[in-house]
Antibody, heavy 122, light 109 residues
């Protein structure tokens, strides 16, 4: 069974940094692109970032470009999201998802983890 | 990066069919047959219902069907059931990025 487990969320002050992790199991992690999406409290879903299976190609939403860095460690079956210069607008549940992609073009993302909550507040 | 436009809410009675629209632009929905639909129950992770406009992942009921015309994609739920009460999001490739719809809350009356 494919499982994705996010961790690393918490309360951080504006301007601070946080690193999220997504531990994967039940599939050959190194063969799949992975993505992060987020959902602000009571709001809709927003795509954040995508990383190719090898880690060589990254894609970001304009809202996080230059502040967030997606990466992976295929030896640990783990996806990361390093977030910096955080603002209140980054407050959200962050979900990681497994993608079926070729050269950055993804047919679907499924499944998703249960998410980790990031709260940016003083 | 504007979100795709969906109606805020749609409702129907058990057994009825409802359709949710998802309007984008020629840069996303109109240019690629890479529209997906997700269902999200409160407090839960999104679940894939449809991919590549009208294809079903394994295990998803064929009561959910998708289509696309121009810049607008649609999800139809037939034989509406109580458990279909949830939020629904469309999602499209947009040339190096991805964009979600604004979300539609489905109520089963």
């Amino acid at each position: 069974e494919v499982q994705l487990l996010e961790s690393g969320g918490g309360l951080v002050q504006p301007g601070g940094s946080l690193r999220l992790s997504c531990a994967a199991s039940g599939f050959t992690f190194s063969s799949y692109a992975m993505t992060w999406v987020r959902q602000a409290p009571g709001k809709g879903l927003e795509w954040v970032s995508l990383l190719s299976s090898s880690g060589g190609n990254t894609y970001y939403a304009d809202s996080v470009k230059g502040r967030f860095t997606i990466s992976r460690d295929n030896s640990k079956n783990t996806l990361y999201l390093q977030m910096s210069s955080l603002t209140a607008e980054d407050t959200a549940i962050y979900y990681c998802g497994k993608g079926s992609c070729t050269n950055g073009v993804c047919i679907w993302f499924d499944p998703w983890g249960q998410g980790t909550l990031v709260t940016v507040s003083s | 990066q504007s979100a795709l436009t969906q109606p805020a809410s749609v409702s129907g009675s058990p057994g009825q069919s409802i359709t949710i629209s998802c309007t984008g632009t020629s840069s996303d929905v109109g240019s690629y047959n890479l529209v997906s639909w997700y269902q999200q129950h409160p407090g839960k992770a999104p679940k894939l219902l449809i991919y590549e406009v009208n294809r079903w992942p394994s295990g998803v009921s064929n009561r959910f069907s998708g289509s696309k015309s121009g810049n607008t994609a649609s999800l139809t739920i037939s034989g509406l059931q109580a458990d279909d009460e949830a939020d629904y999001y469309c999602y499209s490739y947009a040339g190096g990025r991805y964009v979600f719809g604004t979300g539609t809350q489905v109520a089963v009356l």
